[in-house]
């Protein structure tokens, strides 16, 4: 069992940073595929991206060139760095790990999830 935990969320303007952090316990994630998810209100939950076990890294059409996930096993955690925020990118952050080998653009392939974490992008 791997229980994630999100932090880093927050409040930032327009063309801000956040780094969002994912620290994991009850397993060492070198072995666990990690993604990052988010969901504003009102909408379905949807994929922003993933990292493999061998750090192959899939990012979203729509926020790619401003967010990078990475992932450091020695702490057991992983990151989503976020730059250049908009407005639309408010929403509840989810990190997400999967067993199975790989990086995942599915909800449905992952089998462990964090609580969330609010980030809120002000115009």
């Known amino acids: 069992q791997v229980q994630l935990v999100e932090s880093g969320g927050g409040l930032v303007q327009a063309g801000g940073s956040l780094r969002l952090s994912c620290a994991a316990s009850g397993r060492t994630i070198s072995s666990v595929s990690m993604g990052w998810f988010r969901q504003a209100p009102g909408k379905e939950r949807e994929f922003v991206a993933a990292v493999s076990q061998n750090s192959i890294t899939v990012i979203e059409y729509s926020v790619k060139g401003r967010f990078t996930i990475s992932r450091d096993n020695a702490k057991n955690t992983v990151y989503l760095q976020m730059n250049s925020l908009k407005p639309e990118d408010t929403a509840v952050y989810y990190c997400?790990?999967?067993?199975?080998?790989?990086?995942?653009?599915?909800?449905?392939?992952?089998?462990?999830w964090g609580q969330g974490t609010q980030v809120t992008v002000s115009s």
């Open positions: 997400a790990g999967a067993t199975k080998r790989g990086a995942f653009d599915e909800a449905y392939e992952y089998d462990y």
